[in-house]
């Protein structure tokens, strides 16, 4: 029974790897085709890509992720990862659904935290707070000054040339900033799902604590994460490359710049689990407010701030009510 589950908990684990491909494809290439950088097909053949390869950098953020809660080393353990997991997947499509760029690395964690809540087992509120609540909340407002400050450097380094020609120019370096951010994005999203999975099979006793990731597991959520992003995520690509500003090939080389150094520096640096999608929405805005700040349709990004803020709680509720049917149905 226990490695039936085991199995379950993967293969849901690996879907929620694939809604985060889709749902988070426009993440690193939605200012590259909005800014005509790149062609859709190349743009979401290049990300898939460098979203597999960014899956092999590092374990940091997966280690995190599998101890922001402790459970029982037991069947009912492995129910209470996949009311959490489900609860991100619904959430996920939800969003999805409506274009609003949520976090899906915020919707896993709000999931793991309300089924682990609803089984009254421990959730590590030093974890949760130090590498999810801090980098959640500092990411995008230091996308967002710092997108500002590179973009008015920009802006007067190239004062004085031709635009047309220091535009081509950007659209041919956006090729490389967006395969940055690409391979940011799975360096960060991939090894959340493989924390997951290492928490199941933890939970399970296939593994023990301080174990390195299994290779398989490695393979299996890379592989995930780029077949989701190479599916496409067309609803959120438009609001992000379109509906919060109209940005041109500098604005979008600086933004992604930005979101990728920010991704690279919290994995690295400080393992936590940041949102790849609030790091670029507010780089974007940032980068777009040197234009003027009515430039930028606030509007909109009060929405997407709004689905920011519901992501963890609304994740953790479903997550809740999915891990109390499961409770009933499995008997676990």
Excluded at 20 to 25: C, E, P, R, S, V
Excluded at 157 to 175: D, E, K, M, S
Excluded at 233 to 259: K, N, Q, S, Y
């Amino acid at each position: 029974m226990d490695l039936a589950i085991v199995i379950a908990v993967v293969v849901v684990a690996l879907s929620f790897d694939y809604t985060n491909g889709f749902h988070d494809a426009a993440n690193a290439i939605a200012t590259s085709v909005s800014t005509r950088a790149l062609t859709p097909r190349i743009a979401l053949g290049m990300a898939a890509i460098m979203n597999f390869l960014g899956a092999f950098l590092g374990q940091e953020v997966a280690h995190t992720v599998s101890g922001v809660i402790t459970i029982p080393e037991d069947s009912h353990g492995l129910v209470i990862v996949m009311g959490g997991l489900l609860g991100a997947i619904a959430w996920n499509l939800i969003t999805w659904y409506f274009g609003l760029p949520s976090s899906s690395s915020h919707a896993l964690i709000g999931g793991l935290v309300g089924a682990a809540l609803a089984s009254g087992s421990t959730v590590e509120w030093s974890v949760i707070i130090d590498k999810v609540v801090i980098p959640m909340v500092g990411s995008p407002i230091f996308g967002f000054i710092v997108a500002f400050l590179l973009m008015l450097a920009i802006m007067w380094i190239f004062r004085r040339r031709n635009p047309h020609r220091v535009f081509r120019g950007f659209r041919l370096a956006q090729t490389i900033s967006a395969a940055a951010m690409a391979l940011g994005h799975g360096l960060q999203d991939a090894q959340k799902t493989m924390g997951v999975i290492f928490l199941a099979l933890l939970t399970g006793g296939y593994v023990s604590e301080g174990d390195p990731l299994p290779l398989w597991v490695i393979f299996s959520a890379a592989g995930a994460i780029s077949l989701g992003t190479w599916s496409g995520g067309w609803r959120i690509m438009r609001t992000l490359g379109r509906r919060i500003i109209h940005l041109d090939p500098a604005r979008g080389f600086a933004a992604e710049t930005v979101a990728a150094g920010v991704l690279y520096t919290t994995a690295f640096a400080f393992q936590a689990p940041i949102s790849t999608t609030h790091t670029i929405t507010s780089a974007i805005m940032g980068a777009g407010a040197t234009k003027r700040f009515s430039a930028v349709r606030w509007g909109v990004a009060r929405s997407i701030v709004a689905a920011w803020v519901l992501t963890f709680p609304a994740a953790g509720l479903v997550a809740a009510v999915c891990y109390w049917v499961l409770h009933l149905v499995i008997g676990q």
